[in-house]
């Protein structure tokens, strides 16, 4: 589970702050291909938080969006934005029937569950998807680019692209497509949480607090150049984020 005391911050800035701003583009970058080529109408937020990605997702592609999280201190900012449909329960446990959903949204949220603990979750969204269901998942990418901000949304883990791979298939997912973001400010970032957060002997804290403008822009900046590069089908080696996209694949025929 995720700090709750982080809730309050990421409802001040995930409108504005640089990151979410530039995140965005770069997952309307993969989506917007799928949603032109498949019929997705029922689409759950696992992980909704605040519910703003869900209600960004709903006015963008006209999804009808179920959003779910642990927690009630998020739900009670997307209650507030009038973000509809909303349940409070475990992602280990979800409380929905089997191959019920187009797709399933999960943002940065398996990352919260100790490691060895995420097949779990994982198991569950294959569960509810549809046959040739899409599953659309982002995660902390590298253990190395763990933060003090990591420590204060306690994070319990990071995923390599082959760790991440692995896990889809071992349940039955297809990857369609993945991909590290976050990757251009990628030696800023070792900078920052391998020298000087040490060296100064920083306390854990959110990292999502509001910077100079110039800086949000500057920042801002680097992640929009990445939404380019995806949109037109690249990708990076590494970076602080990997997205997964992966289909579920076709039920088994009886008796076979």
Same mark, same amino acid.
């Given at each position: 589970? &995720?700090?709750?005391?982080?809730?309050?911050?990421?409802?001040?800035?995930?409108?504005?702050?640089?990151?979410?701003?530039? &995140?965005?583009?770069?997952?309307?970058?993969?989506?917007?291909?799928?949603?032109?080529?498949?019929?997705?109408?029922?689409?759950?937020?696992?992980?909704?938080?605040?519910?703003?990605?869900?209600?960004?997702?709903?006015?963008?592609?006209?999804?009808?969006?179920?959003?779910?999280?642990?927690?009630?201190?998020?739900?009670?900012?997307?209650?507030?934005?009038?973000?509809?449909?909303? !349940? =409070?329960?475990?992602?280990?446990?979800?409380?929905?029937?089997?191959?019920?959903?187009?797709?399933? $949204?999960?943002?940065? $949220?398996? !990352?919260?569950?100790?490691?060895? =603990?995420?097949? =779990?979750?994982?198991?569950?969204?294959?569960?509810?998807? #549809?046959?040739?269901?899409?599953?659309?998942?982002?995660?902390?990418?590298?253990?190395?680019? #763990?933060?003090?901000?990591?420590?204060?949304?306690?994070?319990?883990? @990071?995923?390599?692209?082959?760790?991440?791979?692995?896990?889809? !298939?071992?349940?039955?997912?297809?990857?369609?497509? $993945?991909?590290?973001?976050?990757?251009?400010?990628?030696?800023?970032?070792?900078?920052?949480? @391998?020298?000087?957060?040490?060296?100064?002997?920083?306390?854990?804290?959110?990292? $999502?607090?509001?910077?100079?403008?110039?800086?949000?822009?500057?920042?801002?900046?680097?992640?929009?150049?990445?939404?380019?590069?995806?949109?037109?089908?690249?990708?990076?080696?590494?970076? =602080?984020?990997?997205?997964?996209?992966?289909?579920?694949?076709?039920?088994?025929?009886?008796?076979?």
């Amino acid at each position: 589970m &995720m700090n709750p005391a982080e809730f309050a911050n990421i409802a001040e800035s995930e409108q504005s702050f640089w990151w979410y701003r530039g &995140m965005r583009r770069i997952m309307f970058s993969l989506l917007d291909p799928l949603a032109r080529e498949r019929q997705l109408d029922r689409v759950a937020e696992i992980g909704a938080g605040t519910g703003h990605f869900a209600r960004e997702l709903e006015r963008r592609y006209r999804w009808r969006l179920f959003p779910l999280d642990l927690g009630w201190e998020g739900l009670a900012y997307a209650r507030g934005y009038g973000v509809s449909r909303l !349940v =409070q329960a475990d992602m280990c446990k979800l409380p929905y029937a089997a191959g019920v959903f187009d797709a399933v $949204v999960s943002m940065d $949220v398996i !990352v919260h569950l100790p490691r060895g =603990q995420e097949d =779990q979750p994982m198991a569950e969204f294959a569960r509810i998807l #549809r046959p040739d269901g899409l599953l659309i998942l982002r995660v902390s990418a590298l253990d190395i680019l #763990r933060s003090r901000h990591s420590q204060f949304a306690m994070e319990r883990q @990071r995923f390599s692209r082959r760790r991440l791979l692995a896990l889809a !298939v071992q349940h039955g997912l297809k990857p369609l497509g $993945v991909t590290y973001a976050n990757s251009l400010l990628l030696p800023i970032a070792l900078a920052k949480f @391998r020298i000087w957060e040490p060296l100064t002997r920083q306390a854990p804290s959110s990292g $999502v607090t509001p910077v100079p403008a110039w800086l949000d822009r500057t920042l801002g900046a680097a992640l929009v150049a990445e939404s380019h590069w995806i949109r037109r089908g690249g990708s990076f080696p590494a970076g =602080q984020s990997l997205i997964l996209i992966a289909t579920k694949g076709p039920a088994p025929t009886p008796g076979v």
